[in-house]
């Protein structure tokens, strides 16, 4: 694994950037697997500034969000489609039929989960994936668990996450104690992997990433699997200061 080191918020989000236009600028009609979360809103806010100086232009992209609430309605101001539109998709030139998030509105979560693997197969596969971390080791919302389901799925959130979340709800109970997931085998399965983290409170996650183990109680050692990845932390994240 690649291990960028950053002063701060604000050098993680440029170097997590710097990547991005990297693999755009090598190919113009990339797929990028993109994350929501506090930790990439300034990564995407780079993005727009490198858009509007004329540097990278979307309009061959797709793109494949990582995870969405179930259920929850796009519209809703906390869903991740709502997120992906207000901090990118709104702001550059991406053909807004290209970009997918799995559908929090979906009748049948099963079908819309073997759709959303079988849509990531037809336009090539992944070439870059762009990964948060929870506190609890999860990416996406693969959860910490004894077996963990590489594909596509809907799952139910662990009371961390909920914790951590729950927050940008009106009440507690307003948000959805379930979500629709790639896997860890959707997210493996991606040509290059980028993983963000930022602050004191993902440095355990990060140390045990670091131990080069892999184990499914903390998923994000699973990126360990992987022969392209680069973790972009900041100082607080990676020496828990
Ligand atoms: P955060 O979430 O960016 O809001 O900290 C990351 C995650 O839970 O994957």
């Known amino acids: 694994m690649n291990v960028i080191i950053t002063e701060n918020y604000e050098s993680m989000s440029k170097e997590a950037a710097k990547i991005v236009v990297d693999t755009m600028s090598k190919k113009i009609n990339a797929v990028l697997g993109l994350a929501t979360g506090s930790t990439p809103e300034g990564m995407y806010a780079e993005l727009c500034r490198s858009y509007n100086k004329g540097e990278i232009s979307f309009r061959a992209v797709n793109s494949v969000n990582l995870d969405e609430y179930y259920p929850i309605s796009a519209t809703n101001n906390q869903s991740y489609r709502y997120f992906m539109n207000k901090n990118l998709f709104d702001k550059v030139d991406i053909n807004k039929s290209n970009t997918y998030v799995p559908n929090g509105e979906a009748k049948d979560a099963a079908a819309e989960c073997k759709s959303y693997d079988e849509l990531i197969a037809s336009l090539g596969g992944i070439d870059l994936q762009i990964l948060g971390i929870g506190r609890n080791g999860h990416i996406g919302f693969n959860e910490p668990n004894g077996e963990l389901i590489p594909v596509t799925h809907l799952t139910s959130l662990t009371e ?44 355990e996650a990060i140390l045990k990433m670091l131990t080069g183990k892999v184990t499914t109680m903390w998923p994000a050692t699973m990126l360990n699997l992987h022969n392209d990845v680069t973790l972009i932390c900041d100082r607080r994240a990676y020496y828990g200061e």
């Open 160 to 203: 961390s996450t909920i914790e951590s979340n729950s927050k940008y709800f009106p009440t507690p109970s307003d948000m959805p104690r379930s979500a629709l997931t790639m896997g860890i085998g959707t997210i493996l399965n991606a040509k290059k992997i980028v993983i963000m983290a930022s602050g004191k409170e993902k440095h």
